[in-house]
Every structure is written in C-alpha cells, then in structure tokens.
C-alpha cells in the first residue's frame, strides 16, 4: 500500500465521522419546531402554557365554574387575588344563569306543562335572581400566575351547592312573580316544583 493510499484510507473514517455528525446538528436544526402551539395558554403570554382551566376546560368536582383575572399590581398578591375572585364570580353568575335556565327549559319540555313564551319570561325572572345565591356558595378551585405577573382564579360551585344556588334561585323568582310561575306550579308548592325542576338536571 502507497503512502498516499494509506493517508487515504486513515482519512476516510474521520471525514465520515464529521459528515454523520454534521448531518445530525442539520437535522436537529431541521426538525425544531418554528411555532409551538400549546393546547392552553396564558391569555396575556401567548407563547407560555398554561393549565387547560384557564381555557374553560371542565374542573374535576365542580358543576358550574368560571375563570377570572387580574394584571400584576403594585398592591400585591392578596390584593390581585380579591380582584380576580370578583371577576370571576361575576362571570359564574352568567354561567349559573344559563345553568338554571337549562334545567327550567328541561322541565317544561319533559313534562309538556307550558309553552316557550312562558319559559322565556321565566328564564328572565330567574336571571335576575341567580346572582346573589351564586357568588354566596362559591369557591376558588384553582389559582396561577402568569409568567408575566398576571393572576388567575377558577371558582364555582360543586354539584350540592349549584343544586342548592339553584333551588333558592327558583324560589326567590317565584316570590317575586307568583302569577307567572302560577303557569308552571300544576298544583305543587313552590319547594316541590323548585325540587322538582332541579331534578331535571340529574
């Protein structure tokens, strides 16, 4: 073997070595993503995820919830906290309305007992009624802060206490227009019905 042949053959493992190792660096730049897309993120850091809660995903024990927030603020972490909570509770008011007028829509259509223009104006009257007994039986669930100093709070009503904040709400309503629900009661006291449409949801 020449001395040329034997420098050649010396060299080939090396240069192949440095071409596989080459080649790797290239596929690995290749194969990086250039947009990450995360299932949930925070709403004010778009590019950092977050736990799917803050994207309304369900909440394991809670019936009817809401996400609520707040910008960092030089009054501190107890102070944010306060804010979010009201946020969001006022946000479960909402949801709780259409909780309760699902289970109102349910029962009249079941039972075949009145007609839409009466569950209409029924679901009205109970809207009106659903927030205090709502932000009364509520919780905080959940709390984050994000990467960019924002905090956020999950709170809501577990399946006993929406039923209950449901109850009074349909009560309440009936009390205060007795001839309207007069259309729904069918012969039943007021505890009876509101028991009764509740059940709706079970």
């Known amino acids: 073997m020449s001395t040329f042949e034997l420098k050649q053959s010396s060299f080939r493992p ?9 080649a790797v660096a290239l596929s690995g730049c290749g194969s ?6 995360t299932e949930c993120a925070f709403p004010d ?3 950092d995820p977050a736990p799917l809660w803050i994207c309304d995903a369900p909440v394991d024990g809670v019936a009817v919830g809401a996400m609520g927030s ?7 972490v107890a ?20 909780y309760v007028t699902g ?6 259509e079941t039972t075949g007992a009145v007609g839409k223009e009466t569950v209409d104006r029924t679901n009205t009257s109970v809207t009106k009624q659903v927030t205090a007994e709502t932000i009364a039986g509520s919780k905080v669930f959940r709390s984050a802060t994000s990467p960019k100093g924002t905090f956020y709070v999950y709170v809501g ?14 009560r309440s309503s009936m009390n205060n227009d007795q001839a309207l629900w007069q259309q729904f009661r069918a012969g039943k ?6 028991a009764d449409i509740v059940k709706m949801k079970q």
């Open 14 to 22: 090396a240069a192949l070595l440095a071409l596989s190792a080459l």
């Open 103 to 108: 289970m109102i829509k349910q029962f009249a």
């Open 32 to 37: 990086k993503p250039s947009n990450v897309v």
């Open 70 to 76: 707040f910008e960092k603020s030089g009054a501190g």
């Open 157 to 170: 009503l577990d399946e006993a206490s929406a039923k209950a904040a449901a109850q009074k709400t349909i």
């Open 79 to 98: 102070f944010m906290r306060d804010q979010a909570t009201a946020s969001a509770r006022l946000r479960l008011a909402q949801n709780m309305s259409t």
């Open 189 to 194: 006291s007021q505890d009876e019905l509101a």
């Open 45 to 47: 850091s778009p590019s």
